[in-house]
């Protein structure tokens, strides 16, 4: 079973940055594509930034030049580069990892806040 370990969220003033990592389990060559979703409390996860195993991304609107997700493949991590962060980036932040289209895995999540 694939594990996804997120760290590096907290607490952060406005217009700060954090820089969220993702440990896998085993190797992230398996992987079509990881991404990073967030969940703020009462609203769905939604989807903030994905990457392929070639290294094409994708961002949300609301973080699109603020967010850079990145993947080492050498050490089976995921991150996410958060500038300039605003209020309404705070939400629980989940790692996912899918291959292929029938298998998906996830984190256990890890908080951001940011006080305006």
């Known amino acids: 079973q694939v594990q996804l370990v997120e760290s590096g969220g907290g607490l952060v003033q406005a217009g700060g940055s954090l820089r969220l990592s993702c440990a896998a389990s085993e190797s992230i060559f398996r992987f079509n594509v990881m991404a990073w979703y967030r969940q703020a409390p009462g609203n769905q996860r939604r989807l903030v930034a994905e990457i392929t195993a070639h290294g094409s991304t994708n961002y949300a609107a609301s973080v699109k030049d603020r967010f850079t997700i990145s993947r080492n493949n050498a050490q089976n991590t995921l991150y996410l580069q958060m500038n300039n962060l605003k209020h309404e980036d705070t939400a629980v932040y989940y790692c996912?990892?899918?291959?292929?289209?029938?298998?998906?895995?996830w984190g256990q999540g890890t908080q951001v806040t940011v006080s305006s």
């Open positions: 996912n990892a899918k291959i292929g289209i029938l298998s998906e895995y």
